[in-house]
């Protein structure tokens, strides 16, 4: 089952404690109450939704996606921005059900394009992207400025 969780539900703070874990995966220091109240603000002030996966009544996958203005077209588009499914539930699926709905829930919204981007050596995840339309952008290039 997918289902988009905002802070007042009650599986909030077991995806808060599943994005701590994807924190961890990527070598972050465990804070699950930072967390949890980063989460709650990204989704009361930036627009971020969180879409979760749930296998036996607790989250096992999730997404994150902005949703971004499209200012040339006058619309929106949504930028996944993470995507995590815990180690023990991969291979079963959720992943592409969080992309599928996600998909979806945008055209639902009359965004004009999904995005999103990943290291270049995740072949895994290149693979689920490929296999479901995303293809990379040509003529753009990605610049970063660390602070």
């Known amino acids: 089952m997918i289902a988009w969780v905002g802070p007042s539900d009650a599986a909030f703070g077991a995806v808060a404690e599943l994005f701590d874990d994807y924190r ?45 203005p499209a200012s040339l077209t006058l619309g929106t588009f949504w930028m996944i921005r993470d995507l995590y499914v815990a180690p023990e539930h991969r291979g079963h699926g959720h992943a592409r059900a969080l992309l599928a709905e996600t998909v979806s829930a945008a055209r639902t919204h009359g965004a004009r394009r999904v ?11 290149l693979a689920l992207y490929t296999a479901l339309g995303f293809a990379p952008v040509d003529g753009y290039v990605a610049l970063n400025l660390d602070l």
């Open 24 to 68: 961890a995966h990527y070598g972050q220091q465990r804070a699950y109450g930072a967390t949890r109240q980063w989460l709650q603000d990204q989704s009361d002030t930036a627009g971020m939704r969180i879409g979760a996966a749930f296998a036996a009544g607790r989250p096992c996958g999730l997404l994150t996606v902005l949703v971004m």
């Open 115 to 125: 995005a999103l981007q990943t290291e270049a050596d995740n072949t895994a995840a």
